[in-house]
C-alpha cells in the first residue's frame, strides 16, 4: 500500500477538504503514533553495517533509523575475529564531552547519536576515540519512515507489513471523523478501536504472525 492509498481509502465520502491536508496529518501525526504504539517490534529492527578507517570517530546512519538497539564494533586483525559491544553514552554529559575532545587513536568502547552536519537529522553515529584502524561496526536499530516532503508518495511495504498498514487508514480516519462529525457520530470510536486491534494484533508475534506457537488442524 502507497501513503496515497492510505489518504484515499481514510476519506470515505469524500469529507476532507483543503482544511484537513490528510497527506500532512499521515506524515506528521498518523504515523509517528503508530511507530510509537507498535514499538520496537521485529519487523522495524534492522542491521546498519560501517566501515571505519583510521581516523574515523562518526559516520552518518541509514535515512530510516529510528533508535539504537544494539552497536557491535568487530576487529577482522584479530583470530578469530574479536566482537565488542558499544556502551550508549548518550544520557551523561561528562562522557560524551570527553569524547568530544578526544583526539587518541584506539579501539571504540563507547558511542552515542548526535546531528548530521549538513541535514540536521539526528542520525550520526559518534564514538569515543578515532578508530586506530579499519573497524566493522554492526548497527543494529529499529526503523522509522524518513518522509523527503508532505507531498511524495511513498511505498509503506518497505516499513510497516501489509497485514498491518490498514491500521494508519484507521487512524487517519478517525481523526478525519473528529474534525469532520464529532464526538457525537459513533464512526470515530468505531475507526479508532479497528486501529488499536490492529496494533494489538501488531504486537501478538513481534515476527510478525498472530501467535508464537504454530498450531496445526488434524
Same mark, same amino acid.
Given at each position: 500500500?502507497?501513503?496515497?492509498?492510505?489518504?484515499?481509502?481514510?476519506?470515505?465520502?469524500?469529507?476532507?477538504?483543503?482544511?484537513?491536508?490528510?497527506?500532512?496529518?499521515?506524515?506528521?501525526?498518523?504515523?509517528?503514533?503508530?511507530?510509537? %504504539?507498535?514499538?520496537?517490534?521485529?519487523?522495524?529492527?534492522?542491521?546498519?553495517?560501517?566501515?571505519?578507517?583510521?581516523?574515523?570517530?562518526?559516520?552518518? %546512519?541509514?535515512?530510516?533509523?529510528?533508535?539504537?538497539?544494539?552497536?557491535?564494533?568487530?576487529?577482522?586483525?584479530?583470530?578469530?575475529?574479536?566482537?565488542?559491544?558499544?556502551?550508549?553514552?548518550?544520557?551523561?554529559?561528562?562522557?560524551?564531552?570527553?569524547?568530544?575532545?578526544?583526539?587518541?587513536?584506539?579501539?571504540?568502547?563507547?558511542?552515542?547519536?548526535?546531528?548530521?552536519?549538513?541535514?540536521?537529522?539526528?542520525?550520526?553515529?559518534?564514538?569515543?576515540?578515532?578508530?586506530?584502524?579499519?573497524?566493522?561496526?554492526?548497527?543494529?536499530?529499529?526503523?522509522?519512515?524518513?518522509?523527503?516532503?508532505?507531498?511524495?508518495?511513498?511505498?509503506?511495504?518497505?516499513?510497516?507489513?501489509?497485514?498491518?498498514?490498514?491500521?494508519?487508514?484507521?487512524?487517519?480516519?478517525?481523526? %478525519?471523523?473528529?474534525?469532520?462529525?464529532?464526538?457525537?457520530?459513533?464512526?470515530?470510536?468505531?475507526?479508532?478501536?479497528?486501529?488499536?486491534?490492529?496494533?494489538?494484533?501488531?504486537?501478538?508475534?513481534?515476527?510478525?504472525?498472530?501467535?508464537?506457537?504454530?498450531?496445526?488442524?488434524?
Amino acid at each position: 500500500m502507497t501513503s496515497t492509498q492510505v489518504e484515499t481509502y481514510a476519506n470515505i465520502g469524500d469529507i476532507a477538504s483543503a482544511d484537513v491536508n490528510l497527506k500532512i496529518i499521515l506524515r506528521r501525526c498518523i504515523v509517528p503514533k503508530f511507530f510509537e %504504539l507498535v514499538g520496537p517490534v521485529a519487523w522495524r529492527r534492522k542491521v546498519a553495517t560501517i566501515s571505519l578507517v583510521a581516523g574515523d570517530y562518526a559516520k552518518d %546512519l541509514p535515512d530510516d533509523y529510528g533508535s539504537m538497539m544494539e552497536v557491535v564494533l568487530t576487529d577482522a586483525t584479530v583470530t578469530p575475529t574479536a566482537k565488542r559491544g558499544l556502551t550508549y553514552i548518550g544520557d551523561d554529559p561528562l562522557n560524551m564531552v570527553a569524547a568530544e575532545v578526544n583526539t587518541t587513536r584506539a579501539e571504540a568502547s563507547q558511542y552515542y547519536v548526535v546531528r548530521r552536519a549538513t541535514t540536521e537529522l539526528f542520525k550520526r553515529i559518534r564514538f569515543d576515540c578515532p578508530a586506530d584502524h579499519a573497524y566493522t561496526v554492526y548497527a543494529v536499530y529499529y526503523s522509522h519512515i524518513q518522509f523527503t516532503d508532505d507531498t511524495t508518495d511513498v511505498e509503506l511495504d518497505k516499513y510497516i507489513p501489509g497485514q498491518f498498514q490498514w491500521a494508519l487508514v484507521e487512524g487517519l480516519k478517525a481523526y %478525519l471523523y473528529a474534525v469532520r462529525v464529532g464526538i457525537a457520530d459513533n464512526r470515530q470510536p468505531a475507526a479508532e478501536a479497528e486501529q488499536s486491534m490492529r496494533i494489538f494484533l501488531a504486537n501478538q508475534d513481534r515476527e510478525m504472525g498472530r501467535g508464537a506457537t504454530p498450531r496445526y488442524v488434524d
